[in-house]
């Protein structure tokens, strides 16, 4: 268990971001735009504990890239993909995603927030007209970035307006960007394809946990990674029982998102398993929220792509690290005989 670094903090700004635009839409008699609002308020993730005018920036270009796929996979509903084509729009999105965190050096890295985002909209049929989806998306970020920059009304928490310095990437640092790109394209596919094959349904929630063993430092940090993903779902899925089995109305499902969103920044940068707990009920209560299904079976589903998907995450990493330790013993000198 890591320390706590401000997380209070942070949690804060995430669990008020997406509750109370979702609050909004509820008294208004549009939950449909859940979804909308649900990865609009995902600009709030980024920029944790930044300086006030370089969390802006981070968070202004995170927010930028969201609406981008939001509209994405807006767009892709209206085309009626079948599930072959939400595994070819969510790879590209994989791998279009990676290329513009490393670019624009977003916290955390890669594409996970954005496979979601996408697949989990261009799924959704009968959606609102698009301009009602993107102006709640819009809203959400600007009301996720002005929380970012809520420390700045007490003088106590309040950071000088600089802006900060950002070096010119080094070939190499452009070269591992296009790597990582293409690693978590070659994943998600090989994942989404699997739980296709095996007619699972959700087949994104495969390709979103193919990812996350990619996000770790080191092989045995990513295997680490996997492995807690797994775990921490298999708990995680129990909760998610308590929650949805009994049946809730849509205000005690806004109530619990933001409590878990709450509890999900708590833990993610401090125990990865322990955080899957609660962000597993989040991502199910909030795609039940957006469209009502059997939750058993939507329990079942997450609990079988989890797996796929961490195996196949796994399996890249072990792929890449045999593949330079190769590399590296034929790059050693021969011993003189």
Same mark, same amino acid.
């Given at each position: 268990m890591a320390p706590a670094h401000n997380d209070h903090q942070v949690a804060i700004r995430c669990g008020l971001g997406v509750g109370i635009p979702l609050i909004l839409l509820l008294a208004f008699g549009r939950i449909d735009l859940a979804i909308f609002a649900s990865f609009g308020a995902f600009t709030g993730i980024y920029g944790r504990n930044e300086p006030h005018r370089q969390r802006f920036g981070h968070q202004l270009r995170a927010g930028l890239l969201m609406l981008a796929v939001i509209t994405a996979g807006a767009l892709t509903s209206r085309l009626e993909p079948d599930a072959w084509g939400i595994v070819l729009g969510t790879t590209a999105v994989a791998g279009l995603g990676t290329l513009a965190t490393g670019f624009w050096r977003l916290r955390p890295a890669g594409s996970l927030f954005h496979i979601f985002a996408y697949a989990a909209?261009?799924?959704? !049929?009968?959606?609102?007209?698009?301009?009602?989806?993107?102006?709640?998306?819009?809203?959400?970020?600007?009301?996720?970035?002005?929380?970012?920059?809520?420390?700045?009304?007490?003088?106590?928490?309040?950071?000088?307006?600089? #802006?900060?310095?950002?070096?010119?990437?080094?070939?190499?640092?452009? #070269?591992?960007?296009?790597?990582?790109?293409?690693?978590?394209?070659?994943?998600?596919?090989?994942?989404?394809?699997?739980?296709?094959? @095996?007619?699972?349904?959700?087949?994104?929630?495969? @390709?979103?946990?193919?990812?996350?063993?990619?996000?770790?430092?080191?092989?045995?940090?990513?295997?680490?990674?996997?492995?807690?993903?797994?775990?921490?779902?298999?708990?995680?899925?129990?909760?998610?029982?308590?929650?949805?089995?009994?049946?809730?109305?849509?205000?005690?499902?806004?109530?619990?998102?933001?409590?878990?969103?709450?509890?999900?920044?708590?833990?993610?940068?401090?125990?990865?398993?322990?955080?899957?707990?609660?962000?597993? !009920?989040?991502?199910?209560?909030?795609?039940?929220?957006?469209?009502?299904?059997? !939750?058993?079976?939507?329990? #079942?589903?997450?609990?079988?792509?989890?797996?796929?998907?961490?195996?196949?995450?796994?399996? @890249?990493?072990?792929t890449v690290h045999l593949r330079n330790q190769r590399i590296h013993h034929r790059r050693q000198p021969k011993q003189p005989s």
């Open positions: 909209i261009s799924s959704v !049929p009968n959606q609102p007209p698009l301009w009602q989806a993107l102006a709640v998306a819009v809203g959400t970020v600007c009301f996720s970035l002005l929380l970012g920059q809520s420390g700045r009304l007490r003088s106590r928490y309040r950071t000088p307006w600089v #802006k900060p310095e950002r070096p010119r990437l080094t070939s190499a640092q452009r #070269k591992s960007i296009f790597v990582d790109a293409g690693q978590y394209a070659v994943v998600a596919a090989v994942a989404g394809s699997i739980a296709t094959l @095996m007619g699972i349904g959700h087949n994104y929630w495969a @390709m979103v946990a193919a990812t996350v063993p990619l996000v770790g430092v080191g092989v045995r940090n990513q295997i680490y990674r996997g492995a807690h993903r797994i775990l921490g779902t298999f708990a995680g899925l129990l909760l998610t029982a308590l929650i949805l089995l009994p049946g809730l109305a849509p205000w005690q499902m806004v109530v619990v998102i933001a409590l878990l969103q709450f509890g999900a920044e708590m833990l993610i940068a401090r125990q990865y398993a322990l955080a899957q707990v609660v962000v597993t !009920p989040l991502a199910l209560v909030s795609t039940e929220l957006a469209h009502q299904s059997n !939750p058993a079976l939507l329990i #079942k589903d997450r609990a079988l792509e989890t797996v796929i998907g961490a195996a196949v995450g796994m399996a @890249m990493v072990l």
